[in-house]
């Protein structure tokens, strides 16, 4: 399915229902995608073995992964990362290997569960459970991770403190 060279869709788009599965199709093809497994496939990383690819001339992600734009990604999930294939360590890598290694090109915000931590909002008064490899990622392996509950009442100051992040890499974003 082509989207006619954009992102997005409009009416002219004589398939509107291929069009919303490209522009929706993340993962490679299991019932509950992981969320580093989806993310791998959409940049087309080999550690993710379904030999199709997101990012080609045609394919559904053309144009996801540009020379002249930092790598955003913002990961909402309530559940514990436990099986994507892989672990932090070679998620690092990937991210980073597909903006030429610059680590203030790769940006990474999640908002998920806090039971591995206490005190925690999601469970209060009990104890911090196994760590999720979530945490792990993001705050001892990304330069430029930041994680919030799912649980919070509100997320409007970590959107802006992420967003107060982002303008000075931006500013010093040099594109390849």
């Keep these: ?57 045609g394919d559904c992600n053309e144009g996801f992964l540009r020379d002249d734009a930092l ?36 940006v990474a915000l999640a908002i998920t569960t806090d039971n591995d931590i206490s005190p925690n909002l999601c469970s209060p008064g009990e104890p911090a459970g196994a760590t999720n490899r979530m945490r792990l990622f993001m705050e001892e392996q990304l330069k430029h991770g930041t994680m919030a509950s799912i649980c919070a009442p509100a997320y409007g100051s970590f959107f802006q403190e992420v967003a107060a992040q982002l303008a000075p890499l931006c500013d010093q974003f040099i594109p390849r």
């Design 1 to 57: 399915m082509k989207l006619r060279g954009r992102r997005y869709i409009t009416n002219e788009d004589e398939d509107l229902v291929g069009a919303l599965t490209c522009l929706a199709r993340v993962g490679y093809g299991v019932a509950s995608p992981q969320t580093f497994d989806a993310i791998l496939a959409a940049l087309d990383h080999p550690l993710i073995p379904s030999g199709e690819t997101f990012n080609g001339p």
């Design 71 to 106: 790598l955003l990604l913002v990961i909402i999930q309530n559940t514990y990362e436990h099986w994507s294939l892989g672990g932090p360590y070679q998620w690092r890598k990937a991210l980073y290997a597909v903006k030429g290694g610059d680590e203030d090109a790769v």
